[in-house]
């Protein structure tokens, strides 16, 4: 069984950092894509950054509107890991944080399929 799991969700000021990494595990084939969706409340889910990837190398990085310039992420292919650097953070910033992959589990048929991880609360204070 493949899983996400999140960490380094957090309680910060306006204008401070936070860092936050999501790890796949299990059996896996392939990973063509990890990114991070937010939700804040009575809101809908909404994208934030996403890293499509050929095996170890990056090909292509989205950003919503509202992060770019404040946000980057990253991946360690080598880990099946993906971070998101997220500085001058705003109040508008809170939400529950969630990492996203498209995996090819190693079993049979090599089908890719779409992973959630459990969420992590980003709160930013003014």
């Known amino acids: 069984q493949v899983q996400l799991v999140e960490s380094g969700g957090g309680f910060v000021q306006a204008g401070e950092s936070l860092r936050l990494s999501c790890a796949a595990s299990g059996s896996i084939f392939s990973i063509n894509a990890m990114g991070w969706y937010r939700q804040a409340p009575g809101k809908q889910r909404e994208l934030v950054a996403t890293?499509?990837?050929?095996?170890?190398?990056?090909?292509?990085?989205n950003y919503a509107n509202s992060v770019k310039g404040r946000f980057t992420i990253s991946r360690d292919s080598t880990r099946n890991t993906v971070f998101l650097q997220m500085n001058s953070l705003q109040p508008e910033d809170t939400a529950v944080y969630y990492c996203?992959?498209?995996?090819?589990?190693?079993?049979?048929?090599?089908?890719?399929?779409?992973?959630w991880g459990q969420g992590t609360q980003v709160t930013v204070s003014s």
């Open positions: 996203n992959s498209r995996i090819v589990p190693n079993s049979y048929p090599r089908i890719e399929l779409n992973y």
């Open positions: 890293v499509s990837s050929g095996g170890l190398i990056n090909y292509a990085i």
